[in-house]
């Protein structure tokens, strides 16, 4: 009996099967030898080498051919870091850093995954939706929330100021539709109307605007995207503007 892909028991079942492939792999001192440290998470995995990546890949799927597994070759492929790779929804690349000219790795949100959450946004904020705008809130932060806390370790500032500009595009073209305006709504609903003080807005749904910031507004930086630091913050209530 086989499992659906996209199980929630899937992962669970991969880790028992393939932690024989851990094993298998620095009994025979693999990392040694070849220089390649396995790293796997689920069914997914990367093998970060010093030497040949091509010696290391021949290992791996000789283990796995003997525990009858298939490599996905459309999914498998041999990259610089310099080139970046993705990983679970994370991008990796190494790049130089213009303020302190060294090679240093970052960590971004992959465009698949900033894609897959506008997605996601789109589907349950079509402006023709028959809900009142609190239940547009309350839909987009319980989409926004657990993205924004997955990547809240990475350099993710620039993602989020963009997923943050595409959610106020979103609301603003619902609003401006549910009030029979005509455009995309700019005039009617800038940014300072969105994020103003609930005596400034209609009491309808000014009360709940407010929760859109908290969820996913970009937050303080502490350095640059390229500077090779964390540059988010995270409150504990939701992603915040603040200095």
Known sequence: MGVPQGSPISPLYSNIYLNLLDQVW???GY????????HRYADDA??????????ALQAFEAIA??????????????????EGFDFIGFQFVKRRSPKSGKQNVYIFPS?????????RIKYCTKRRAPIRPAEFVEQVNQTVRGWVNYFRHTNASQAFRSLQRFINTRFRRYLNFRHKGRGFGWKQYPNA???????????????????LACACRVTKTVGPPDSGKLNVRWDGKGMVNGS
């Open 193 to 211: 109307t969105l994020y103003a003080p609930r005596d400034d807005l209609h009491r309808e749904w000014s009360h709940r605007v407010r929760a």
């Open 46 to 55: 990367i093998l970060v080498c010093r030497k040949s990546g091509a010696h």
């Open 26 to 28: 620095h009994k025979r």
């Open 31 to 38: 990392p040694e030898k070849l220089g390649a440290s396995l």
């Open 65 to 82: 051919s003997r525990m009858g597994l298939t490599i996905n070759r459309e999914k498998t492929r041999i990259t610089k870091l310099i």
């Open 111 to 119: 465009k698949a995954a900033q894609r897959n959450i506008r997605r």
